[in-house]
């Protein structure tokens, strides 16, 4: 409820020169080339970054790419001055400008200061027209007054700022996207709750929450779908509405599974910003993606959302009837694609920023730029992170997933294992031991499978650039499924009856939980048989199972 109050407060906080209606959104064509231009508040590459992720992800079918071109104490007049060495060359269709912290000069309000600042932003305006592209302006973000010496005069100063750009948007007809207004009052309010709060910790640069906000406050304003999906399940029957549909639907393990198909990604909230999401509504009104289901209360205490094999949540009864918002479920595929889709814009953004500035403007002489190999490089390196930035829509791809909702079953208790002998691996992963092929003939060990793990490295002492193989067998009493969450040093296969259902050749450490299956079991007796390889140093393995559904799974003796 408070989100949603601060929600309508945005809308109607601010200046008295805005229009009563609510402002027209921006809109995307198929192909956009967008500058995010400002100061250093743009430079942190965080409120540019959730919108460029944002565009990606909600827009996978759009050719759209985002160039933040943000400069460390810039003002508008700087903006102009550098417009046709770092603007223009990059042919933008659209281009949001954020200018007017450094710009007021942290004093109070001075006219002639006033009038220099929105002179500069009149010619900005006319430079953008001339190079044929749009324009969105931003109002600047306000100072925290608790963190500077003279409290909130500065604030008096940007607010006539503000008000100013606002009222030149209305004069030119350009898009204004209001940031001081409304980040003032999340501001105001989130610190009358929390004496001591600030999301701009040196006064004037926002830290990763404050950025958010200042996102939020941008995406409410494009044209873009808002729901990424409502799925709604009762009774075994579910529904689907907004960019979510669902196919398949059948009873299964006590619960509910389903085909689900997205239209588009949910735009990815890195952890270190979430805390936003407690002063503004950004999931309820751009980024809606929620699962609500009746479970009832007498089936299970504990119900698992299981996503293609792989556990997105576990959730009590009443937490599913209010609605799970899937959209910060980090173990998601859709979340994993977002959250490489963030990473990928990170790296995209520190070439791109090393190309134009470091190596094409002012190069260091440790990049001994006077070698003539330096330009050709410099070159490709602002090419490649120019094509990165088109290329990243490859990975906003939505998919289809199979979705499982059903009790949360019992843990199985695995207290040994058997273990065959050795065989020599040479790197080729796949190639089927006796084990594999022909378990009857194998000597098999018993081993003792003691908190989860095994030291395969202390029952076969001394072998190394081996493969080794640990079976154990478990009885169900009911169809069901199986979760085997697993850890290896180094490569992993499962198998179940002979099928393989799992396979990762990698190099690495063992940890518990590193890789996850989920195996169907029908009523009856099944062997589970994993592989692991080793290519010298440590050997092991880990493996722990939990029963999706009410049946009751147990291992077994050989």
Not at 10 to 33: I, K, Y
Not at 71 to 93: I, L
Not at 529 to 542: P, R
Request: net charge negative.
């Amino acid at each position: 409820m408070r989100k949603l109050v601060i929600g309508t407060l945005l809308v109607l906080c601010g200046a008295g020169v805005r229009a009563a209606d609510p402002p027209a959104p921006v809109a995307l064509g198929d192909e956009e080339t967008i500058v995010i231009y400002g100061d250093s508040i743009t430079e942190q590459n965080l409120y540019p970054a959730y919108l460029e992720t944002f565009f990606a992800s909600r827009f996978p079918s759009k050719r759209v790419a985002s160039f933040n071109l943000g400069w460390s104490g810039d003002t508008a007049r700087g903006g102009n001055q550098r417009f046709e060495r770092d603007v223009a060359p990059v042919e933008p269709t659209l281009v949001f400008v954020n200018f007017g912290m450094n710009d007021g000069g942290y004093k109070p309000f001075q006219q002639s200061v006033y009038d220099a600042y929105l002179a500069s932003q009149e010619e900005l305006a006319a430079r953008i027209e001339e190079i044929g592209a749009r324009e969105v302006l931003f109002t600047t973000s306000p100072i925290d007054p608790d963190q500077r010496p003279d409290g909130d005069a500065y604030n008096g100063m940007l607010a006539r700022m503000a008000d100013g750009v606002i009222q030149m948007g209305a004069e030119r007809e350009i898009r204004v996207i209001d940031l001081f207004h409304p980040m003032l009052e999340v501001q105001r309010r989130a610190k009358e709750e929390k004496p001591g709060f600030t999301m701009i910790p040196d006064s004037v640069h926002p830290d990763p929450v404050g950025h958010l906000v200042m996102a939020y406050l941008a995406m409410r304003r494009i044209d873009a779908p808002r729901v990424v999906g409502e799925i709604a399940v009762e009774e075994g029957r579910v529904e689907a509405t907004g960019g979510a549909s669902v196919s398949e639907v059948r009873a299964r393990y006590g619960g509910t599974e389903m085909a689900l198909r997205l239209q588009f990604l949910p735009f990815y909230v890195p952890p270190e910003a979430r805390p936003a999401l407690e002063l503004v509504p950004l999931q309820d009104e751009v980024n809606r993606f929620r699962l609500r289901a009746d479970v009832g209360t007498a089936r299970a205490d504990t119900w698992v959302v299981s996503v293609d094999g792989a556990t997105a949540g576990t959730f009590v009864p009443a937490e599913l009837a209010a609605g799970v918002d899937l959209a910060l479920l980090d173990d998601a595929p859709w979340s994993v694609a977002g959250r490489r889709l963030w990473e990928a814009a990170q790296y995209r953004w520190e070439k791109h920023f090393e190309a134009w500035r470091r190596m094409a403007l002012a190069p260091s002489p440790t990049m001994l730029p006077t070698l003539p190999t330096f330009a050709p490089f410099a070159a490709a390196q602002r090419a490649h992170a120019d094509a990165m930035g088109h290329g990243l829509q490859a990975l906003a791809e939505p998919g289809s997933y199979r979705v499982l909702i059903c009790p949360l079953g019992e843990v199985v208790p695995i207290t040994g294992l058997a273990l065959s002998p050795t065989y020599p691996f040479d790197t080729e992963f796949d190639r089927a031991h006796p084990p594999e092929t022909d378990p009857g003939s194998v000597e098999w060990k018993e081993a003792p499978f003691e908190g989860g793990e095994i030291d395969l490295g202390a029952q076969y002492a001394g072998a190394s650039n081996v493969v080794a193989y640990a079976l154990v067998n478990v009885e169900a009493d009911a169809d069901c499924a199986l979760h085997l969450s697993m850890g290896s040093d180094d490569g992993l296969a499962v198998f179940v009856d002979g099928s393989r259902v799992f396979a990762n050749d990698v190099r690495r450490s063992l940890r518990p939980g590193q890789d996850e299956v989920l195996v169907e079991l029908a009523e009856g007796r099944h062997g589970l048989l994993f592989k692991v390889t080793q290519e010298g140093g440590d050997f092991g393995l880990a493996v722990d199972a939990q029963v999706y559904g009410s049946a009751h799974v147990s291992a077994v003796a050989p």
